[in-house]
C-alpha cells in the first residue's frame, strides 16, 4: 500500500448484540433503583415547563397543565430524567470523541437527496416523534423499552407499532436513503 494513499478509517463500534445485552441490564438497574424505567420525554418535558414558567409564570400558574409540576419547593429541573438525559448526552460525546467519531456538524445523505431535503425530512419525522411520545405516554425507550420489560401491555403495543410503522414508512420514503 502507498503510504500516501490515506487509508478509510472505520469507525469502531460496541457491538450491537452487547449493547442490546448492556441496555437490558441497565433498564433491569433503573427499575431496581428507581423503581421505574428508562425515559428521555418526561426530561424535555420538565425543560419546557421550566422556560414556560421562566418566561411567563402567570402563564404556568394559570394553564392546568404546567401548574401540576410548579412548585415552590422542587424544581422540574431536579428531575432524575434530567440528568439521565444530560448523561446521555455527555456519553454519546464522549463515545465519539474516544473513538475518534468527532469531527465536526456534517449532515449525513443520499447522494439522490440534497441537504436541505434530508434537513427538512429530519425536522418532520422529529415532530412526529415528538407528538407520538406524548400521545403515547412516552418516547421509545420509556414507552417501548420500559414498558414492554415491565410487561405493560401499553409498552408492547407501543413497540409494536414503532417498529412496524417504521418498517411500513421506511418503504415508501427509502429514496431519502438510498
Same mark, same amino acid.
Given at each position: 500500500m502507498d503510504s500516501t494513499t @490515506?487509508?478509510? /478509517?472505520?469507525?469502531?463500534?460496541?457491538?450491537?448484540y452487547f449493547g442490546g445485552v448492556?441496555?437490558?441490564?441497565?433498564?433491569?438497574?433503573?427499575?431496581?433503583?428507581?423503581g421505574r424505567g428508562l425515559g428521555a420525554s418526561g426530561a424535555i418535558k420538565s425543560a419546557v415547563v421550566t422556560t414556560v414558567d421562566k418566561v411567563a409564570p @402567570?402563564?404556568?400558574?394559570?394553564?392546568?397543565?404546567?401548574?401540576?409540576?410548579?412548585?415552590?419547593?422542587?424544581?422540574?429541573? *431536579?428531575?432524575?430524567?434530567?440528568?439521565? *438525559? &444530560?448523561?446521555?448526552?455527555?456519553?454519546?460525546?464522549? *463515545?465519539?470523541?474516544?473513538?475518534? $467519531? &468527532?469531527? @465536526?456538524?456534517r449532515v449525513e445523505h443520499s447522494p439522490k437527496i440534497t441537504k436541505k431535503? $434530508?434537513?427538512? %425530512? %429530519? %425536522?418532520?419525522? +422529529?415532530?412526529?416523534?415528538?407528538? +407520538?411520545? /406524548?400521545?403515547? $405516554? +412516552?418516547?421509545s425507550s420509556g414507552a417501548a423499552l420500559s414498558g414492554t420489560a415491565s410487561s405493560s401491555f401499553g409498552g408492547l403495543l407501543v413497540m409494536l407499532f414503532l417498529f412496524g410503522t417504521g418498517y411500513i414508512m421506511a418503504y415508501f420514503l427509502r429514496k431519502l436513503w438510498i
Open positions: @490515506k487509508e478509510k /478509517q472505520i469507525p469502531k463500534y460496541i457491538n450491537p448492556l441496555l437490558g441490564i441497565l433498564i433491569l438497574l433503573t427499575f431496581y433503583i428507581t @402567570k402563564h404556568t400558574e394559570s394553564h392546568t397543565f404546567y401548574s401540576k409540576f410548579i412548585s415552590s419547593e422542587h424544581s422540574p429541573m *431536579s428531575n432524575w430524567l434530567v440528568f439521565e *438525559s &444530560i448523561g446521555v448526552l455527555v456519553g454519546g460525546l464522549l *463515545s465519539g470523541a474516544l473513538f475518534g $467519531r &468527532i469531527k @465536526k456538524l431535503t $434530508r434537513l427538512i %425530512a %429530519a %425536522a418532520i419525522g +422529529g415532530i412526529l416523534f415528538g407528538f +407520538g411520545s /406524548q400521545l403515547g $405516554r +412516552g418516547c
